[in-house]
Every structure is written in structure tokens, then in C-alpha cells.
């Protein structure tokens, strides 16, 4: 008979792609862990992984045996995690992923009054892009992460938190500063930055401009990367301008606060979710999670209906 042992070992091999590593993760021995995988395989009479390649992959039967495997096992932690529920003290770790556009400005706001409230709460925190919040979801790695929906992806819960707007951060010496009223089109030139490829924000900003032009001499250089802080203090010093959500534009220096434009005839907005799977277990920790978050924005940034929602896929 398949044990619950086993599939965690079965799990943790399709996670890592590699069985030293599945074997630490699961403090045993490679011998025990590979030992285990074998007498499943035979009790099913199937192979789970062909061993041949590197890193390991599962086969086409393994693939269904995996997943089925992990509802099963999300299936047995809701056992301990119902009791938990029951009583007075929430208490348990909280696996959170955060996407960089978000988690600077996001962060600062809820996290230490979470722990304050729920000190036997261990809040778990990674800064990783969408896709990888979605690839450690189903792989069981994350309980659930901060990112911009809609994701439209069918497995996976999105429970919008607040709405951004979407704003301009221009150089002190540009023209759109002269500008009294910004369009869209205004700022659909080679002038802006955009952050690497990877970002939802940087979807979004193409997605709302409908951006087609390629990198020119305009710029000095081409810039890669992830942080919008580094982004603004590029165009301070070496001119144009990008878009920036609206937490983002709330923590800039009061100085720097004229350099900061609303579009004229329109309100961008990008809405900003908990994402979770639907085998994910820990409900009461998940609705603490999601009243903090909300409680550590402005109230008007929850409505709606203030702009236009902005899909970045």
C-alpha cells in the first residue's frame, strides 16, 4: 500500500528535479529516500521518473501519480491545520511571495503590526516575479502570494486587496512638465524607462501606452532590472520618465512630489490580489493576512470604480 511517506518523497523529487536534494528537504538519507520511491513503483507498477536525464523528470504516468499525490497530501495537512483553526491561538508558518513592484512599498505598511497581533505567526517573505509565485503555488512551496491580477490562470484563487493608479515620474528638466494636461499618448515615446522583462508592471505600461518602439539613442543606456526606486533616481539624473503605481508615488521624498503627473483624462488603475491555490488550507491565517493589507492602505485606494483596470496578460 502507497503511504503518505512516500508520496512526500515522490513530491519532493518532482519539486527539486533531484534526489539529493529531495532527501535533504525531507531529512532523510538519499538511500532511503530512493529506496522508498522504489517500493512505491513497484506496489503501483509503474515508473515515476525516468532517471536517465538530468535533472530527473517524471514520466507520462508519473505526472498524473504527482498530482494527484499532492492533493492528497494537501488534503492530510488539513487535518492539523482544521484543529488549529479551532483554537484561540493562530499559530503556524505563512509562506508569502511578493512580486518587487510591490513588496517595498507594501511591506513596511502591514508587516510589523501582522506580528504584533499574531506573534505565533511566522511570516515566510520572498521577493520573486509572478510566474515563479505561480510555479511555487502549485508546487507547494509558497501558501500565497501578493501579486497584480487578473492572473487567468483557472487553478489558482485571486482575492483583490486594493486598486493603484498608474502614475507619471518625470525628470524636473523634461517637457512634460510643461504640460498641463498628460495623455497617454504623451508618454508613448522612446523617453521612457520601462523595467525588465519579467514584470507585470512592465506589461501593464506597454499594454496601456500600446508600446511598439524598440530601444533608442534617446535613453544613455538600456536598463534591466526590477526595482522602481533605482528607476526613479536613473531619470533624476539622466532624464525622461516612467510610470509608477501609486504606493510607490505615496513614498516618494516630499520633495520629489512635483515630478509626479496624473493622466488627464483617465485613471489606470492595477489591481492587487492574494493568489492562492484552491487546495490551499489555511483560511483563517489567509483572512488575517488580507484585513491587515487592507487596513495599511488609503480607503479610497479599495474602490474600483475611481479608474480603468489595466491587464498586464
Not at 513592484?101 to 516575479?129: C, N, Q, W
Not at 544613455?220 to 526590477?226: D, K, R, S, T, V
Amino acid at each position: 500500500m502507497v503511504t503518505l511517506i512516500q508520496m512526500e518523497y515522490v513530491v519532493a523529487v518532482d519539486t527539486y528535479r533531484h534526489f539529493a536534494t529531495a532527501a535533504e528537504k525531507c531529512f532523510v538519507t538519499q538511500p532511503t529516500l530512493s529506496m522508498q520511491l522504489k517500493k512505491m513503483e513497484e506496489e503501483l507498477g509503474i515508473i515515476l521518473f525516468d532517471r536517465s536525464k538530468q535533472p530527473v523528470i517524471p514520466t507520462e504516468a508519473g505526472i498524473k501519480i504527482i498530482e494527484q499525490a499532492r492533493l492528497i497530501l494537501q488534503e492530510a495537512k488539513k487535518i492539523s491545520l482544521l484543529a488549529d483553526e479551532t483554537k484561540s491561538t493562530i499559530s503556524g508558518e505563512l509562506r508569502i511571495g511578493v512580486i518587487p513592484t510591490i513588496s517595498p512599498y507594501l511591506l513596511p505598511r502591514f508587516a510589523g503590526d501582522f506580528k504584533s497581533k499574531f506573534p505565533h505567526i511566522h511570516s515566510k517573505v520572498e521577493e520573486i516575479i509572478t510566474e515563479q509565485i505561480e510555479e511555487k503555488l502549485q508546487k507547494d512551496l509558497l501558501d500565497v502570494g501578493i501579486a497584480v491580477s487578473p492572473l487567468h490562470n483557472k487553478t489558482i484563487i485571486e482575492r483583490p486587496l486594493f486598486y493603484e493608479e498608474m502614475m507619471i515620474y518625470i525628470n524636473s528638466n523634461n517637457a512634460l512638465m510643461k504640460k498641463p494636461f498628460i495623455q497617454i499618448k504623451d508618454v508613448a515615446t522612446p523617453e521612457m524607462w520601462l523595467l525588465s522583462d519579467g514584470h507585470c508592471f512592465r506589461n501593464q505600461v506597454v499594454n496601456l501606452c500600446d508600446l511598439h518602439f524598440s530601444a533608442s539613442d534617446t535613453l544613455p543606456f538600456e536598463f534591466e532590472g526590477g526595482s522602481l526606486d533605482t528607476l526613479m533616481k536613473i531619470i533624476d539624473k539622466e532624464g525622461g520618465f516612467t510610470l509608477i503605481p501609486e504606493l510607490a508615488g505615496i513614498d516618494v521624498m516630499s520633495n520629489k512630489t512635483l515630478q509626479i503627473r496624473h493622466f488627464s483624462k483617465s485613471c489606470p488603475l492595477r489591481e492587487v490580489s492574494l493568489v492562492y491555490t484552491r487546495r490551499f488550507a489555511k483560511t483563517r491565517m489567509i483572512d488575517l493576512l488580507a484585513d491587515s493589507i487592507i487596513r495599511s492602505v488609503p480607503e479610497y485606494m479599495t474602490n474600483q470604480s475611481r479608474g480603468t483596470l489595466v491587464e498586464w496578460r
